[in-house]
């Protein structure tokens, strides 16, 4: 009987160790395949199908927010540039960091919650300043007079830093029309929006690049009005 016992809790044993390894593998084959197969996540889906226009913009005082905001984002594969989701995503981010709570000039998906290669640019070099959105945006390279402006991030409220940037930079970019890989370059403000938002999808933020952040009292005066509404807060 005891040698009996034994064997059977050795199957009920190997049993559960199996069930565990089938459980382990189908959990991580759920958060992989997704990106296996050029398809969003069920989490990225959530956000992209999400019902509001103004997106949560994550916050780097929020722990949770901070990891994904300093993850570097994942390529988007190019079938995934002609779905719906891909340009359901592309209007909530340019909805997002247009709306007047967030009031930017450019915005990364990693700020949303997407670790993915897009971001949104307000272009002040094209005739009516447009806000245009890259896929797989990358800088090439950067050349010219280095300055230390002033800058600021959705995800960084309400502070402001001096920042030191190249005047000049060459962009390379997914085209969603032709699907080819193309290159630009861009020179003044809106190369250094391209040098900020670049930097998001590289798990970077301005305050590792700048020589002093501070509070900006005017920023934070216009976040309040904004913030007793309810605008920032996660849904
Ligand atoms: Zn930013």
Known sequence: MATDNATQ???IR?????????VAVMAVFSVVAPFVKGRFTPAEAAIIHSPDTLLYVLDINERSDSS?????????????????DYSLLCSKMLSTVKHPSQDGVGIAAPQ????????????????G????????????SLWGEV????????????????????SSVKVSYTDISTLKRVSEEVSGYTAIIFQHECDHLDGRLYTDRADTVFTSMEWAAERAHFDSLGFYRRK
Not at 14 to 22: F, K, P
Not at 112 to 127: E, H, L, N, S
Not at 129 to 140: C, K, Q
């Open 129 to 140: 300043e447009p806000f245009e959105v890259y896929a797989n945006v990358r800088i090439d």
């Open 9 to 11: 809790s050795e199957a």
């Open 68 to 84: 994904i905001l300093r993850t570097p984002s994942a390529d988007i594969p190019v079938r995934l540039l002609r779905s719906e």
């Open 112 to 127: 949303i919650g997407i670790d993915r290669r897009v971001a949104v640019v307000q272009r002040f070099d094209k005739q």
């Open 147 to 166: 300055t230390h402006g002033p800058e600021g991030c959705l995800s960084v409220p309400p502070m402001r830093g001096l920042v030191p940037r190249f």
């Open 14 to 22: 190997s049993t559960t160790r199996l069930l565990w390894i089938v």
